[in-house]
């Protein structure tokens, strides 16, 4: 069964550093999105993309944040001066064909700053 | 501002019983979500749905758009089942808005 895959599954960095999250999602979806889940809170919504574009963003998806598909197949999330703040669960999700189609998540990548 | 209430927070149950999670929302949705979240983090979706009801194995939701409702039934629960579960509902056609989830802990 297809699914949504991501890299590295933990990574550590210090305070200041960029970092790049990388997600695949599944092959045949138009429809990606990243959310964050900090430790015992509730996840949130960060952004969309489709068409090679944002569509809609959070608060949270400040400056700092970016998201591309560079090659068709990965879609990445890149923070570029992390803060400690930032420490958390990212998910990536894709959706099909339709924008209302269901949402399939990755299994997260956990983002440590120091 | 969308509100996504759920309850309860935590639910302990005997396996075999029969569960239920509640969810209540604030605003218009295009679709309500239920995910399981396991210890390790990941997010599985359980169901997608927009009116009426849905059911997969023992597993069963309902939504009531005029209430802005939703519940999660599990049936003759099973210590797998032990895990968070989440609403979530889509506003409009891009994001979701999550509730703080419903831990279950399912005991032989």
């Known amino acids: 069964e297809p699914e949504v895959t991501q890299t590295p599954s933990h990574q550590v960095t210090q305070m200041g550093q960029e970092v790049i999250l990388r997600c695949v999602p599944i092959?045949?979806?138009?429809?990606f999105y990243w959310y964050r889940q900090i430790l015992g809170q509730k996840v949130e919504f960060l952004v969309s993309?489709?068409?090679?574009?944002?569509?809609?963003k959070s608060e949270i998806f400040d400056d700092q944040f970016s998201v591309e598909r560079p090659d068709g197949s990965n879609f990445t999330l890149k923070i570029r001066s992390t803060k400690l703040e930032d420490s958390a669960m990212y998910f990536c999700?894709?959706?099909?064909?339709?924008?209302?189609?269901?949402?399939?998540f990755g299994p997260g990548t956990r983002l440590t700053v120091l | 501002k969308n509100e996504v209430e759920q309850s309860p927070q935590n639910l302990t149950a005997q396996e075999g019983e029969f569960i239920t999670i509640n969810c209540s929302y604030s605003?218009?949705?295009?679709?309500l979500h239920w995910l399981q979240q396991h210890p390790g983090g990941g997010i599985v979706s359980l169901f997608m749905?927009?009116?009426g009801k849905k059911k997969h194995g023992r597993l069963i939701a309902t939504i009531n758009i005029q209430e802005k409702h939703s519940s999660l039934h599990i049936t003759a629960s099973h210590p797998r089942d032990s895990a968070v579960y989440i609403c979530?509902?889509?506003?409009?056609?891009?994001?979701?808005?999550f509730g703080t989830g419903t831990r279950l802990t399912v005991i032989p």
């Open positions: 999700a894709s959706g099909g064909q339709g924008m209302y189609n269901e949402q399939f």
């Open positions: 092959s045949n979806h138009l429809y």
């Open positions: 993309f489709y068409n090679n574009e944002i569509s809609e």
């Open positions: 605003v218009g949705i295009s679709a």
């Open positions: 749905l927009s009116s």
């Open positions: 979530a509902v889509r506003p409009g056609a891009n994001n979701l808005f």
